[in-house]
């Protein structure tokens, strides 16, 4: 079973499209975040949701609008795609608790993303 | 702006060899992450260190925390090509609501 699951793996389209991409974690974790890496391997963070509530949003294009159904899903949805969007997205879960960081984050394996 | 410089960006070592990656910052964090990265998957969580000074081995690799919380180190013993990955370190700040920031991360090679 895998704990952090991203879908699609890979997603291939055209400047202008809208595309979405889905996040589901079965460790019961309250928080999720989507981080985006970039050619040069740097993550950096996008969102974070908790108990479906926003709680982090770094400055991120408003073509780019995560939702959260529930506490085990985040997904990602961005409109009018860019070529700078391309990158690889990673989708995260942790504990909500004050004991989080010991625990670390669970990370899915990612979503290359290409624009063309 | 990077907040964790890792260095160095890139290793290339022989099978036996021994190495540090460091990660250093001007800020100080309450706790501080390493992870491992292999290509097409998310980074694994290797360590946590939460104290300044403190040592962590897990097998051949060694990690601290600077005293002051500033920096960290990873020291892999004997490296064998099983080590190869993308290392990253994330620090965690106790303001507000805690997230991860990462370094700029190192990748090591090593050859058999």
């Known amino acids: 079973d895998t704990a952090v699951s991203q879908t699609p793996k890979y997603l291939v389209t055209q400047m202008g499209n809208d595309k979405s991409i889905k996040c589901e974690q079965n460790l019961g974790h309250d928080t999720m975040y989507w981080y985006k890496q970039d050619s040069k391997k740097f993550l950096k963070i996008m969102f974070s949701y908790n108990n479906k509530e926003l709680i982090i949003n770094e400055t991120v294009p408003n073509r780019f609008s995560p939702k959260s159904p529930d506490k085990a899903h985040l997904n990602l949805h961005i409109n009018s795609l860019e070529l700078g969007d391309s990158a690889v997205y990673f989708c995260?879960?942790?504990?909500?608790?004050?004991?989080?960081?010991?625990?670390?984050?669970?990370f899915g394996s990612g979503t290359r993303l290409t624009v063309v | 702006t990077q907040l964790l410089e890792q260095s160095p960006q890139f290793l290339s070592i022989q099978e036996g060899e021994n190495l540090t990656v460091y990660c250093n910052s001007s800020?100080?964090?309450?706790?501080l992450q390493w992870y491992r990265q292999e290509p097409g998957e998310g980074p694994v969580l290797l360590v946590t260190?939460?104290?300044?000074?403190e040592v962590k081995k897990l097998k051949r690799l060694t990690f601290q925390f600077g005293d002051a919380r500033k920096d960290s180190s990873l020291h892999i013993t004997a490296a064998q090509p099983g080590d190869t990955g993308l290392y990253l370190c994330?620090?965690?700040?106790?303001?507000?609501?805690?997230?991860?920031?990462f370094g700029t991360g190192t990748r090591l090679l090593v050859s058999p």
């Open positions: 994330a620090g965690a700040k106790n303001t507000g609501f805690q997230k991860l920031v």
């Open positions: 260190v939460v104290t300044g000074g």
């Open positions: 995260a879960s942790s504990r909500d608790t004050s004991s989080r960081v010991r625990y670390g984050y669970s």
């Open positions: 800020s100080v964090f309450s706790s």
